[in-house]
């Protein structure tokens, strides 16, 4: 990994979008995770981080337990569909309710995590990383995260300008 900086990026709600009306027995479903439509820009987005070569670009993203394996799978072949750029060296997954702070080692102020929920953004600077908090037009509509750049997707370019503001403690 070298000295390259670290972007982890979440995938419910940021690379896929989220099905608001969805039930957990819906989740739970076989086909549930590996169909569900890609935000494109976001997914544009990200190709042009990678592109870059300027930092290692990971996926972080919860599992159900429920069904752990399975959510894994279907959330593999998601990205190997629409991201398959991102190998499986760079695709971590940890279970719902559980820290995706404590799932990455080492976290510095140059490790960006990318993610929808302010709870998992708020976790990741106190570990001492930083945060873009992706704006789906679901979460986030009340303003609690304060403490990085805030960000709806519209262009390739806008995830790098905020992942540059958030190393920098920028909030916009």
Known sequence: MGNKKRIFIDMDGVLCEYNTGAELSDLEKAGYFANLRPCRK??????????????????????LPQCAERSREEKNQWLDRYLPEIGADHR?????????AEAVHGIKKSDVLCDDHSPNLQEWIRSGGSGVKILNGINGLSGTFTRGPRVKIEKKRDLARAVEAARLGRTA
């Open 92 to 100: 971590i997954f940890t279970l719902c309710g559980e820290s995706k």
């Open 42 to 63: 976001m997914v544009k987005a990200v190709r042009h981080l990678l592109s870059s070569r300027r930092a290692e670009v990971y996926i972080l993203s919860a599992v």
